[in-house]
């Protein structure tokens, strides 16, 4: 089977997602190629100068595959000019919500005009969130694949032995508004500890400095899933993160992390501080969301899924 996967880029997000499910389908016999396009790195042309950039490429292409798949919205419009049996495309997260949260509403108004439009130029969607597949569906009526993001428990042997900093506590993600760091920065002169804020690591320098913390927070106010909890998970650091978006598929409040509202700072602050002062409770976290990962997201437990996915596709 020959695929073809596009997106704005192949780290990070949900382009880092395609890049690692890519990798692992090559290892178990499809031929998955990815779609490399340059495009200008401004802030609002970026993802207009991909799919200008994106279709000249695709047009240019002369291959046919059987399946093409679009890991985003701006992805679809190069997706549309590709040959293909069929069209996939995946969304993590609302997109015109997300875009209404970063943007304008003028920009947000376009945005939707763009999230309907992508819809009809693909055969089948996904979602690594069963909260996104039921707004779609709420939404545009539009059936979604659940096809959750595995953990690569794998690359966590290159991760040497830290000592642990339990004065530390650990941000990770991009520095923008809908993450919520500006959230976070607001309360770190109260919090009882030292925030470390890893916005432009190496993902091996980033899970060193997160194995080396005693929580994780998410303080973001629009999400999907984030793979840094899952990553947190596995390496039994308790984490506190917003109730949004799909956050909640794989936190439940005190047992496998804590849950606070989104826009809330001061009970963000006495959650951190709490945790900061309840070892007990901290380590039942870790430990409990480590067991959650191994038995729901790793990619032994995950990879027939995605096998079986490609394959009904045929």
């Not at 990798?23 to 190629?33: A, H, P, S, T, V």
């Not at 993600?173 to 470390?196: H, P």
């Not at 909640?248 to 992390?257: A, L």
């Not at 007990?280 to 729901?296: C, K, P, Q, R, V």
Request: charged share 25%; hydrophobic share 40%.
């Amino acid at each position: 089977m020959k695929i073809l996967y596009i997106s704005p880029r192949f780290e990070g997000g949900i382009g880092g997602h395609a890049k690692r499910v890519a990798e692992k389908l090559q290892e178990n016999g499809f031929e998955i190629e990815l779609m490399f396009v340059p495009h200008i790195p401004i802030k609002k042309l970026k993802n207009l100068s991909f799919s200008i950039f994106g279709s000249l490429k695709a047009m240019m292409n002369k291959t046919e595959y059987d399946v093409v798949h679009a890991w985003n919205i701006p992805s679809v419009f190069v997706m549309k000019n590709v040959k293909a049996k069929k069209k996939v495309l995946s969304i993590h997260g609302v997109y015109s919500e997300q875009v209404e949260m970063i943007h304008s509403s003028q920009i947000s108004v376009l945005a939707k005009i763009a999230e309907q439009k992508a819809l009809k130029l693909a055969d089948v969607f996904t979602s690594d969130s069963k909260t996104v597949c039921n707004s779609y569906k709420k939404k545009y009526n539009k059936d979604f694949v659940y096809l959750p993001a595995p953990l690569d428990i794998e690359k966590f042997k290159s991760i040497p032995n830290v000592t642990k900093k339990n004065n530390q506590i650990i941000y990770i993600g991009r520095d923008s508004y809908e993450k919520g760091i500006s959230i976070l920065k607001q309360i770190e002169s109260k919090i009882n500890a030292k925030v470390v804020y890893c916005t432009n690591l190496s993902w091996k320098e980033t899970m060193i400095k997160l194995a080396e913390s005693k929580i994780l927070v998410v303080p973001s106010r629009v999400e999907s899933i984030p793979q840094v909890i899952k990553e947190a998970f596995y390496q039994n650091i308790p984490v506190i993160a917003t109730k949004v978006g799909g956050i909640p598929e794989i936190i439940e409040d005190q047992k496998t992390g804590l849950l606070v509202s989104p826009n809330d700072p001061q009970k963000l602050l006495e959650s951190i501080n709490n945790l900061i002062e309840n070892s007990e409770m901290a380590e039942s976290l870790g430990t409990s969301g480590h067991n959650f990962i191994i038995n729901n997201f790793s990619w032994e437990h995950l990879l027939p899924k995605y096998i079986k996915f490609y394959k009904n596709l045929e």
